[in-house]
C-alpha cells in the first residue's frame, strides 16, 4: 500500500511567503504550537471572535462520540454575528457586498442595509409560520436575496435547506421531502449565459408531490411569466417589503441547526449534512480570517455557487461573520466576454480571490492573453479549493492571474467538514504547487494504510481526521446510522474522508483525489490525479481526466481523455504518442495511459466535476449510465463520435 500510492510526480518549485504579507500576516508559524499545546483552548480563543449571549460551560462534549457537541450551554445566534454586531460597532456603512447581475446591473449593500432587509425577511417568514427548528427550503440564483433568506432563516434559528440552481426538479423534490420544509423561497429566475434562465417552474413540479409545502416565496429577478399558484405562491416584494425593518434576535443554543445541505454518496440518495451554530461559525470565520489573511479593507471573492458549501462558508458566513466586503456575481465567466471575471477584479478593487481548480484550468485553455488585458494588480492572495489542483494549474493560477507575487492557498475540506481543514497558510508556508500541505492549527488530520496505521513519509494511503473539530458536520439529516457508516466505520475513531493522500518526503500531505478514483494497475495504485496533472504539465494539454478500465491483464488500465490546447488540436494520433511518452518521462511506465481520447469537452456536473463514471462508461464500452446531471448532455455525444473517429484512440 505504502509503496502503491507513493508519491511518483516530482515537483520541487517553491514560493515563499512575500515579505510584506508575511510581516503583518494575521497567523504566524507560533499560532500551530500554540495550538498543538491546548486544541480545545485554541479553539475556545477563536470562538471569543464572535458574541455569545452567553458563554459555553463545556468546550467539547465527545462523550457520544462520533456525535459532537461544541461549545455546550452557549447560547449564539448567526445572523446576529454577520450583521448587528457590526452595525453596533458602528460599521454599518461598511459595504456588505458588490453585487454584479450577469448583464451588468449592479446593487451596493452595506451592512446596515443587509441587517435592515434581514429583518423584514425573518418578520415575514415569522407571519407564515416559520419558528425555530422548522426547516425552510431555498432556491435561488445568486442575487442577494438568497443571502437575506439564509440569514433570515438563521435569525429565527429555522434551519435553511439551500438547494442549487442548476438542479432538476426531481432533485428538489427528494430534498424538500427528506427535510420536510413547509416553505420555499425562489425567484422566478436568474440570468446565464446571456439569457434568463427560470427557476419557478421546477419549483412547481417539485411541488406536486410536496403536499406539505404552505407557501413559496418568489423573487422578481428576470421578470419572466410565472405560474401562479393562489393562496400559496407569494411575492416577495409584497410579503418582505412591508415588514418592520426592526427585528430582535433571539439566541439560540449552539448546537441549534443552522442548514442541512445535501450532497451526494456512493449510493443514490443524497446525504444531509447537518451543521450546528456556534462551531460551524467559529471555524468559518476563523478560518476565512487565518487562511487569507483577511485585513479590515480586503475585497473577497469567493466566485463560487452559493448552492454549495463552499457558498455557505465562504460567500456567506466566514466573510461576514469577520465583516468583510464582498464580491458577488451571478453569472458565468464567460459572459458577455472571457474576461468578465478579470474585469470585475479590476472594477471592484478584489484582493482575495477564491475560486475552483476547474475554473483555472478551463482560464488556461482560454489563454493568458485575456486576463492581461485587465488590471489585475489588487490582488494578494488566491485561494482554491474543490479538488486537487495540478501544479500547472497552480502556477498558471500565480503567474497570469497572481502576477507572480501572490501566494496561492490550497483548501482541502468537504461539505462534512463545514470549513478548510488542511492548507497551507499565506504568510506562514513556502507555497507547493499541488500540495495541501499541512492541517490547519486546531485540526488533526493523518495518513493511514489499510489497516489504519499512519504511514510514512513519502507514502501513501487514506485520509482520516484524527480529532473532532468545531465545524464537523453533527449527523446525517434523519439517519444517524448512516453517519456512523459512512463516516465512522472504515477506521475505529476517526473520520474517513473517502480521499486518497500521501505524505511526501517534508510530511506535507498531497491529496490524491477520491479513493474511488485511485486505480490498481498491475498491483500499483495510481491516482487520477497525478496522472492528469502529468497530462496537464505538457503544453499542448488544455485539461486531462483520467479513468482506470476494467482490464483483462493489469487488472484497471489508464484511460486519458484530453482537451488539447488551441494550437496543438489538428494533430490526433501524434499528440497522443507524445502524451503517453511524457506521462511515462513524469511519473513512470506504470502510469502511460493505455487510450488517451483526444476530446472537445470533458463532462461535468454543474458544480464543476468531471464526471468520471461516465468516461469510465465510454472507456469501458458501456451503455452510458444516467446523464441527468451533466451540464451539457451534448458533451457524451461529442466524445462518442469522436471516439470511432481514428486516429483519436491510441492503442500500441
Ligand atoms: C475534494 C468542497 C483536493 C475532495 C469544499 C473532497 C479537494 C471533496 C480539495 C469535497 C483540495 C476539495 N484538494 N481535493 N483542495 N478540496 N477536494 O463536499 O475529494 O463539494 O473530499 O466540498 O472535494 O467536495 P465538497
Not at 445572523?79 to 454584479?100: F, I, T
Not at 494539454?541 to 488551441?566: M, N
Amino acid at each position: 500500500m505504502s509503496e502503491a500510492l507513493s508519491n511518483l510526480l516530482r515537483e520541487d518549485r517553491r514560493f515563499p511567503p512575500p515579505a510584506e504579507l508575511a510581516a503583518a500576516a494575521n497567523v504566524t508559524k507560533e499560532t500551530y504550537a500554540e495550538a498543538d499545546a491546548d486544541r480545545i483552548a485554541f479553539w475556545e480563543k477563536q470562538a471569543r471572535r464572535l458574541h455569545w449571549d452567553r458563554e459555553w460551560d463545556e468546550a467539547l462534549d465527545w462523550s457520544k462520540a462520533p456525535f459532537a457537541k461544541w461549545f455546550v450551554g452557549g447560547r449564539i445566534n448567526a445572523a446576529y454575528n454577520c450583521l448587528d454586531r457590526h452595525v453596533e460597532a458602528g460599521n454599518g456603512d461598511k459595504v456588505a457586498y458588490h453585487w454584479e447581475g450577469e448583464p451588468g446591473d449592479t446593487r451596493t449593500i452595506t451592512y446596515a442595509e443587509l441587517l435592515r432587509e434581514v429583518s423584514r425577511a425573518a418578520n415575514a417568514l415569522t407571519e407564515l409560520g416559520v419558528r425555530a427548528g422548522d426547516r425552510v427550503a431555498i432556491y435561488m440564483p445568486m442575487i442577494p436575496e438568497t443571502v437575506v433568506a439564509m440569514l433570515a432563516c438563521a435569525r429565527l434559528g429555522a434551519p435553511h435547506t439551500v438547494v442549487f440552481g442548476g438542479f432538476s426538479a426531481s432533485a428538489l423534490r427528494d430534498r424538500i421531502q427528506d427535510c420536510d420544509a413547509r416553505i420555499v423561497i425562489t425567484s422566478d429566475g436568474g440570468y446565464r449565459r446571456g439569457a434568463p434562465s427560470a427557476l419557478k417552474p421546477q419549483v412547481d413540479q417539485a411541488l406536486t408531490e410536496c403536499p406539505d409545502v404552505r407557501n413559496v416565496l418568489v423573487v422578481k429577478r428576470t421578470d419572466q411569466d410565472v405560474e401562479w399558484t393562489e393562496g400559496r405562491d407569494l411575492w416577495w416584494h409584497e410579503a418582505v417589503d412591508k415588514q418592520s425593518d426592526q427585528h430582535t434576535a433571539e439566541f439560540f443554543d449552539a448546537e441549534q441547526p443552522l442548514y442541512v445541505m445535501y450532497t451526494s454518496g456512493t449510493t443514490g440518495k443524497p446525504k444531509g449534512i447537518l451543521h450546528t451554530t456556534g462551531g460551524y461559525l467559529t471555524q468559518v470565520a476563523w478560518t476565512h480570517w487565518a487562511v487569507f489573511d483577511a485585513k479590515p479593507d480586503d475585497i473577497y471573492w469567493t466566485a463560487a455557487d452559493i448552492g454549495w458549501v463552499t457558498g455557505h462558508s465562504y460567500i456567506v458566513y466566514g466573510p461576514l461573520a469577520n465583516g468583510v466586503t464582498s464580491v458577488m456575481y451571478e453569472g458565468t465567466p464567460d459572459t458577455p466576454h472571457r474576461g468578465r471575471w478579470w474585469e470585475l477584479i479590476a472594477k471592484y478593487g478584489v484582493s482575495i480571490l477564491y475560486c475552483a481548480p476547474t475554473a483555472i484550468r478551463t482560464f488556461m485553455k482560454w489563454g493568458e492573453d485575456i486576463p492581461a488585458d485587465f488590471d489585475l494588480s489588487s490582488l494578494r492572495v488566491l485561494g482554491s479549493v474543490g479538488e486537487p489542483i495540478n501544479p500547472e494549474a497552480y502556477v498558471w493560477y500565480r503567474t497570469y492571474i497572481g502576477g507572480g507575487r501572490t501566494p496561492v492557498v490550497d483548501t482541502w475540506w468537504q461539505t462534512e467538514t463545514g470549513g478548510m481543514m488542511i492548507t497551507p497558510l499565506p504568510g506562514v508556508a513556502d507555497g507547493k504547487p499541488g500540495a495541501a500541505m499541512t492541517p490547519l492549527p486546531g485540526i488533526s488530520a493523518e495518513v493511514v494504510d489499510d489497516a489504519g496505521n499512519a504511514v510514512p513519509n513519502g507514502a501513501g494511503g487514506y485520509l482520516v481526521l484524527t480529532e473532532p473539530w468545531p465545524a464537523m458536520l453533527r449527523t446525517l439529516w434523519g439517519d444517524d446510522q448512516r453517519y456512523v457508516d459512512t463516516y465512522w466505520s472504515r477506521f475505529e475513531g476517526r473520520y474517513f474522508a473517502g480521499d486518497g493522500a500521501k505524505k511526501d518526503d517534508d510530511g506535507d500531505i498531497w491529496l490524491l483525489g477520491r479513493v474511488d478514483d485511485v486505480m490498481n494497475v498491475s498491483g500499483h495504485r495510481l491516482s487520477t490525479t497525478e496522472i492528469e496533472s502529468a497530462l496537464v504539465s505538457h503544453p499542448n494539454v488544455a485539461e486531462a481526466a483520467v479513468v482506470g478500465a476494467t482490464d483483462p491483464t493489469t487488472g484497471q488500465a489508464v484511460v486519458a481523455f484530453v482537451i488539447l490546447r488551441g494550437s496543438a488540436a489538428a494533430s490526433g494520433e501524434q499528440a497522443a504518442k507524445e502524451l503517453r511518452n511524457h506521462v511515462a518521462a513524469e511519473i513512470g511506465p506504470i502510469a502511460k495511459p493505455r487510450q488517451i481520447l483526444v476530446v472537445e469537452e470533458l463532462p461535468k456536473t454543474r458544480s464543476g466535476k468531471i464526471m468520471r463514471r461516465l468516461l469510465r462508461d465510454v472507456a469501458e464500452n458501456r451503455e452510458l449510465g444516467d446523464v441527468t446531471t451533466l451540464t451539457d448532455s451534448s458533451v457524451m455525444e461529442l466524445i462518442r463520435t469522436n471516439l470511432s473517429t481514428p486516429g483519436a484512440a491510441d492503442d500500441d
